[in-house]
T-cell receptor, first 116, second 111 residues
Framework: GAVVSQHPSRVICKSGTSVKIECRSL??????MFWYRQFPKKSLMLMAT?????????EQGVEKDKFLINHASLTLSTLTVTSAHPEDSSFYIC????????????FGSGTQLSVL | SQQGEEDPQALSIQEGENATMNCSYK?????LQWYRQNSGRGLVHLIL?????REKHSGRLRVTLDTSKKSSSLLITASRAADTASYFC???????????FGKGTTLSVSS
C-alpha cells in the first residue's frame, strides 16, 4: 500500500515552455502533498505544501507564479513549472501524507526536468 | 539553515561490513526518520524513531536517538551491494508538517 505515482519521470523542454508534473496517491487519500526539489548530490529542498482544496503554501524564496501547484483532489497534485529556464533544471519529487501513519511521507519516483 | 547535518557525506565499505551514518539537527523534534534514495529515484521510508525513544530496530537496521545531543545514527549491519544508495535523515516536528531533510550520506557497498 501507500503508493505514490509521479510522472513524467523525465522531461526535456525548450526554454520558455511550461511543464506539468503529476503526483497521484494510488491507494490512499493524500490529505497533504509536498513538493521537493533536489540538485545533484544534494538534499531535498521543500518547495511547497499543498492541502486538498486550498492554496499551496510556498517556502521562502520559491516563486508562486513560477511554480504553480494545484491539489484538486485527495489523490492528485500537480506542479507546473511555467516559462521554464535552464536554471529550473532539477529533480522534482512529490510526497504525500495520508490520514493514517501521518508522520511518514510516501514519495513519488521523481521527475528529472532538463530545460534547454 | 533548517537542515541538519549528516556525516560522513560518503562512505565506501565491503559487503558484510557494518555501515554507520550520523545525523545531527538543530531544533527540537517530535520524531526523526531515515529514508533511502536510490540514484535518480524517490525516497523510501526506512524507520521512524520518536523523541521519547532511544533505540529502534528493523531487520538489519538499528537507529539510535540522543535528544540531549540532538543526534541520531543509522547502523546497517552485514551490508550488501544492494544497500548502495543515499541515506537521509529527516526531522519531523509534528504530524501534518513537512519533513526537513539532512544532506544525506552516500553509501557504496562493493562485493
Amino acid at each position: 500500500g501507500a503508493v505514490v505515482s509521479q510522472h513524467p519521470s523525465r522531461v526535456i523542454c525548450k526554454s520558455g515552455t511550461s511543464v506539468k508534473i503529476e503526483c497521484r496517491s494510488l491507494d490512499f487519500q493524500a490529505t497533504t502533498m509536498f513538493w521537493y526539489r533536489q540538485f545533484p548530490k544534494k538534499s531535498l529542498m521543500l518547495m511547497a505544501t499543498s492541502n486538498e482544496g486550498s492554496k499551496a503554501t510556498y517556502e521562502q524564496g520559491v516563486e508562486k507564479d513560477k511554480f504553480l501547484i494545484n491539489h484538486a483532489s485527495l489523490t492528485l497534485s500537480t506542479l507546473t513549472v511555467t516559462s521554464a529556464h535552464p536554471e529550473d533544471s532539477s529533480f522534482y519529487i512529490c510526497s504525500a501524507r495520508g490520514r493514517t501513519e501521518r508522520e511518514k511521507l510516501f514519495f513519488g519516483s521523481g521527475t528529472q526536468l532538463s530545460v534547454l | 539553515s533548517q537542515q541538519g547535518e549528516e556525516d560522513p557525506q560518503a562512505l565506501s565499505i565491503q559487503e558484510g561490513e557494518n555501515a554507520t551514518m550520523n545525523c545531527s539537527y538543530k531544533t527540537s523534534i517530535n520524531n526523526l526518520q531515515w529514508y533511502r534514495q536510490n540514484s535518480g529515484r524517490g525516497l523510501v521510508h526506512l524507520i521512524l524513531i520518536r523523541s521519547n525513544e532511544r533505540e529502534k530496530h528493523s531487520g538489519r537496521l538499528r537507529v539510535t536517538l540522543d535528544t540531549s545531543k540532538k543526534s541520531s545514527s543509522l547502523l546497517i549491519t552485514a551490508s550488501r551491494a544492494a544497500d548502495t544508495a543515499s541515506y537521509f535523515c529527516a526531522r519531523g516536528d509534528q504530524a501534518g508538517t513537512a519533513l526537513i531533510f539532512g544532506k544525506g550520506t552516500t553509501l557504496s557497498v562493493s562485493s
